[in-house]
C-alpha cells in the first residue's frame, strides 16, 4: 500500500487517498489493537507509524493533538498528519488524517508544525517537504522546505492550502534543511514563529520571525551559539515559565557525554537572558532516559504549560516495536511544566488520576501490575548521596541509584538492545513510575529528572519490587 501511495500522481492523492487510507484504517484497526504490546493510555498510530507530535492546542472545548503519521509502512514511510481531540487529555477521540501530501510545494512529506488560536480560528503550520530529482545531497541542494497554513474554523474542517513561506525567504546562511515551524504569540498581541535550521558552517540555529495577520512573515534574527552545538536544531519552541523565557529545541550531532547526550539525537532548553536573548548557557535535557524526542509545548485556558514528547529517537541502534505488530511508536503522556531550582521539572498532569482503578497491595515485597499497567510512588526514600536504593522492573530492568548517579539499565531482552543511561542527582527522596504495557515513565523528585523508555516484557503481567527505605508506597493498577 505504502507503494501504491507513493506512485500516485498529486491529483490521485486529492481525490482517491482520504477514502484508501480510511479503508486501510477500518481493515487493520481492530487487528492493530488487539496486539500484544499496545499501549493502554498513551497515544499511538492507529496503524502504522508515529513520530512528533504537533499541532498542541485548545480550541473549541477540545483539545487537540495531531501527529506525523505514516499509515502504510511500520517503518516510516508517505508521511501525513494524524488528529487526536480530548476534552481532558485523558480519553480521546481518533479524528482521521487531515493533511496528506498532496501539493507540488509538500509532494514529499507533510512534516512537523504547530498550531495558534487567533480571533476564534485555528490556525495551523507545518512543513512542507519537497525533494527534487537528480544528483543532490538533499542538504545543501535539491530540498525545498516549504511553510504551509491552513485555517479551521471547528477543528474539523481545514481550509485550502497555502504556502507562505519557501527557502528563497530563510537567511542566505541556511541550507535546505529548515523545518518545524512553531507559533506563539506575543504579548503586544503580534506573532513568533520559529524554524529549527541547519547552517551552511554545519551549526544548528533557530531562526525567528515575526507577523501582525499570521500571513506575512518577516524575518528577524538568527539563533545559534559561538561554538557549533550540533548541525541541526529541530522542532523548536519559545515559551515563558514563572517569569522566565525558555528556548527549546533537538540539537543533532551533538557528541555523546558519560552522564549526557546519550542518545543519538538530544532533546531540551536553553534558559535565555532576555536582554542579550543569548543561547550560550548550558543546555538542560529533557528527559534522561532511553526514548524521548521532539516535544512541542503549548498552554491550557487555565494558565498550565503542557509539554508531549515523541516516545522514540530517530535512528536509534535499539528497536521501538520488536515483533511485527503492525504499529510503532507512542507520545508520552501530558507532563506539566513549573519552573524550580534553575530548572523546568515536568510531572504528569493530575488529570491522569482518574486513570487509577484501585490499589495494589504488595505480595510479598513485590507489586504485580495486571497487563503491565499501573502507576508506583515511593516516597519519603532515604537515598542520599551515600545510600543505595533499587526498582526491580520485571526480571532485566532496573532503576538504581548510589553515589550520586541515578541508573536505568537493561540486562534482557526486554529493553530491546537498550543498555543503561544515567543522571546525576544530589539525593532521591520521591520516584513516581507509570507503565504502560511496553512503556515506561519514571520522576525522580517530582519530576527533576525524568527517564522514558520502551520496554518489552514476554509475560503478561509486570512485577516491581522495591529495594530500600521508603516513609510511604502507593501502587494503584490503571
Not at 42 to 67: C, E, I, K, Q, T
Not at 152 to 159: I, K
Not at 379 to 390: E, P, Q, T
Not at 422 to 439: G, N, T
Request: glycine share 8%; with cysteine; net charge negative.
Amino acid at each position: 500500500m505504502e507503494k501504491r501511495a507513493q506512485g500516485m500522481s498529486l491529483q490521485q492523492r486529492k481525490d482517491d487517498l482520504p477514502e484508501i487510507l480510511r479503508r486501510f484504517e477500518q481493515e487493520n484497526m481492530q487487528k492493530v489493537a488487539a496486539e500484544k504490546y499496545r499501549c493502554h493510555f498513551h497515544l499511538m498510530a492507529p496503524v502504522g507509524w508515529l513520530n512528533d507530535p504537533n499541532g498542541l492546542s485548545y480550541f473549541g472545548d477540545r483539545y487537540h493533538v495531531f501527529f506525523q503519521y505514516s499509515p502504510f509502512a511500520v517503518n516510516g514511510g508517505m508521511k501525513l498528519w494524524g488528529h487526536y481531540t480530548s476534552k481532558d487529555l485523558v480519553q480521546y477521540k481518533y479524528e482521521g488524517a487531515p493533511f496528506l501530501p498532496d501539493e507540488t510545494y509538500d509532494k514529499d512529506g507533510v512534516f512537523s508544525g504547530s498550531a495558534i488560536v487567533w480571533k476564534d480560528k485555528m490556525y495551523l503550520f507545518y512543513t512542507g517537504n519537497v525533494e527534487e530529482e537528480g544528483d543532490h545531497d538533499y542538504i545543501h541542494s535539491g530540498r525545498g522546505a516549504n511553510v504551509i497554513r491552513v485555517i479551521s474554523e471547528d477543528g474539523e474542517h481545514f481550509s485550502a492550502k497555502q504556502c507562505i513561506l519557501t527557502n528563497a525567504d530563510y537567511p542566505a546562511e541556511c541550507t535546505n534543511q529548515v523545518r518545524d515551524p512553531k507559533l506563539f504569540q506575543m504579548t503586544d498581541g503580534t506573532f513568533r514563529m520559529v524554524l529549527g535550521a541547519w547552517l551552511q558552517d554545519d551549526k544548528g540555529a533557530v531562526l525567528l520571525y515575526s507577523s501582525t495577520d499570521l500571513e506575512h512573515f518577516t524575518f528577524e534574527q538568527l539563533y545559534t551559539t559561538e561554538k557549533a552545538f550540533g548541525y541541526m536544531w529541530e522542532c523548536p519552541d519559545i515559551f515563558a515559565l514563572d517569569g522566565h523565557r525558555i528556548l527549546a529545541m533537538c540539537p543533532q550531532g551533538v557528541p555523546s557525554e558519560a552522564e549526557q547526550y546519550q542518545n543519538i539525537y538530544q532533546s531540551g532548553y536553553f534558559i535565555e537572558t532576555e536582554e542579550t536573548r543569548t543561547v550560550d548557557a548550558s543546555f538542560i535535557e529533557w528527559d534522561m532516559g532511553f526514548d524521548f524526542y521532539a516535544p512541542q509545548t503549548f498552554e491550557t485556558p487555565a494558565g498550565r504549560r503542557i509539554l508531549i514528547g515523541w516516545a522514540g529517537v530517530p535512528d536509534a541502534e535499539y528497536s521501538s516495536n520488536p515483533t511485527n505488530e503492525g504499529w510503532q511508536h507512542s507520545l508520552t503522556v501530558p507532563r506539566e511544566l513549573r519552573y524550580h531550582n534553575g530548572k523546568i521539572y515536568q510531572l504528569p498532569i493530575r488529570e491522569l488520576g482518574q486513570l487509577r482503578k484501585k490499589e495494589i497491595l504488595p505480595e510479598k515485597e513485590s507489586y504485580v501490575l495486571d497487563n503491565g499497567c499501573g502507576e508506583l510512588i515511593f516516597d519519603g526514600i532515604a537515598a542520599s548521596s551515600s545510600a543505595a536504593i533499587c526498582v526491580q522492573i520485571g526480571t532485566g530492568c532496573s532503576l538504581s541509584y548510589e553515589k550520586g548517579l541515578v541508573t536505568l539499565q537493561f540486562t534482557d531482552d526486554s529493553g530491546a538492545g537498550r543498555g543503561k543511561r544515567v543522571a546525576r542527582c544530589e539525593a532521591v527522596h520521591k520516584i513516581q513510575i507509570l507503565m504502560d504495557v511496553s512503556i515506561l515513565e519514571i520522576y525522580i523528585n517530582d519530576g527533576e529528572i525524568v527517564m522514558t523508555s520502551r520496554i518489552f516484557f514476554p509475560e503478561k503481567d509486570a512485577t516491581v519490587r522495591f529495594l530500600g527505605q521508603a516513609e510511604m508506597i502507593q501502587a494503584w493498577q490503571l
